[in-house]
């Protein structure tokens, strides 16, 4: 993996924590990261050229001008006054290649002075088994902190552990051992033969959290159920879980009264035009 920065910016090293989206269900990660990317006015440095992401090119995504101004597949941007570098991931990692990814990405975050990594996703709401709707939409996570992925900060916040996190499954253990033994191995050989139990260790923020932990660097892993379709609602709920553990002050937002979120101008496209009101 390679960076290439903007003229005149680099990577800052002060920039100690790193938040990413890992792809799944609906694409909430995404979405989450560019309401921080677009609330936090956080600018872009330069962007990651990685030979396991497909390629793709855009419009700008947070703006209508510059023109000219493309969005690329692995972006990064800097919020200094926050100490914060976000990377957005706009296409899909090659099939069978996320494990590779996730460990070129953790070893470009360990040589520029990362501490902890935030990674954001969701997951499939088939997939859950103790459903408690009565406190809303819930926040589940996952941290290196402790050998059973909890974490004291994270339970201050009212999160729960995911709880089909278990370190001693095979399939976290195998990814493990993989990851650390640096064994370079296809993921469809990785996961083949997947039972229901391993839907968790098979999804990309599982290869991100192990390849991120083995590098020594703390990881939080923010997660959230959800189905496909209107997905913003879960983004704003993550983006707002995400807020508490990385931002000092709420003034930090450029949002105003209540709406201290920045809707990114590329959403308004996200579900095509209305509606032609003369058809009903």
């Given at each position: 993996?390679?960076f290439?920065?903007?003229?005149?910016k680099?990577?800052d090293?002060?920039c100690?924590?790193?938040?990413?989206?890992?792809?799944?269900?609906?694409?909430?990660?995404q979405?989450?990261?560019?309401?921080?990317?677009?609330?936090?006015?956080?600018e872009?440095?330069?962007?990651?050229?990685?030979?396991?992401?497909?390629?793709?090119?855009?419009?700008?995504?947070?703006a209508?001008?510059?023109?000219?101004d493309?969005?690329?597949?692995?972006?990064?941007f800097?919020?200094?006054?926050?100490?914060?570098?976000?990377?957005?991931?706009?296409?899909?990692?090659?099939?069978?290649?996320?494990?590779?990814?996730?460990?070129n990405?953790?070893?470009?975050?360990?040589?520029?002075?990362k501490?902890?990594?935030?990674?954001?996703?969701?997951?499939?709401?088939?997939?859950?088994?103790?459903?408690?709707?009565?406190?809303?939409?819930?926040?589940?996570?996952?941290?290196?902190?402790?050998?059973?992925?909890t974490?004291?900060?994270?339970?201050?916040?009212?999160?729960?552990?995911?709880?089909?996190?278990?370190?001693?499954?095979?399939?976290?253990?195998?990814?493990?051992?993989?990851?650390?033994?640096?064994?370079?191995?296809?993921?469809?050989?990785?996961?083949?033969?997947?039972?229901?139990?391993?839907?968790?260790?098979?999804?990309?923020?599982?290869?991100?959290?192990?390849?991120?932990?083995?590098?020594?660097?703390?990881?939080?892993?923010?997660?959230?159920?959800?189905?496909?379709?209107?997905?913003?609602?879960?983004?704003?709920?993550?983006?707002?879980?995400?807020?508490?553990?990385l931002?000092?002050?709420?003034?930090?937002?450029?949002?105003?009264?209540?709406?201290?979120?920045?809707?990114?101008?590329?959403?308004?496209?996200?579900?095509?035009?209305?509606?032609?009101?003369?058809?009903?």
């Amino acid at each position: 993996m390679e960076f290439y920065a903007e003229e005149g910016k680099k990577l800052d090293e002060a920039c100690s924590t790193l938040v990413l989206p890992a792809l799944s269900v609906g694409n909430v990660g995404q979405l989450a990261v560019d309401l921080l990317i677009s609330s936090l006015r956080a600018e872009r440095i330069g962007y990651f050229d990685d030979p396991n992401v497909l390629p793709c090119v855009g419009n700008n995504a947070y703006a209508p001008s510059p023109p000219g101004d493309l969005s690329l597949p692995l972006e990064a941007f800097d919020s200094s006054s926050n100490r914060l570098t976000l990377v957005q991931q706009r296409s899909p990692v090659v099939k069978g290649m996320m494990v590779e990814f996730a460990k070129n990405l953790a070893n470009v975050a360990a040589r520029n002075g990362k501490k902890h990594v935030i990674v954001l996703s969701s997951l499939d709401f088939k997939q859950w088994q103790n459903i408690d709707m009565s406190s809303g939409l819930q926040i589940y996570y996952l941290s290196s902190s402790s050998t059973d992925g909890t974490d004291e900060d994270c339970e201050k916040h009212g999160w729960k552990r995911l709880p089909e996190y278990n370190p001693a499954h095979k399939r976290w253990e195998y990814l493990s051992s993989t990851i650390e033994e640096n064994i370079v191995q296809d993921d469809d050989l990785l996961f083949e033969d997947l039972k229901e139990e391993d839907y968790y260790p098979s999804l990309p923020f599982a290869a991100l959290f192990s390849c991120f932990k083995a590098k020594g660097l703390k990881v939080t892993c923010l997660l959230c159920y959800c189905s496909e379709g209107d997905n913003i609602p879960d983004a704003f709920q993550l983006a707002e879980a995400a807020s508490k553990i990385l931002i000092q002050s709420p003034n930090d937002f450029e949002g105003t009264g209540s709406g201290r979120w920045i809707v990114p101008f590329s959403w308004k496209s996200v579900y095509g035009p209305p509606p032609d009101t003369s058809l009903f």
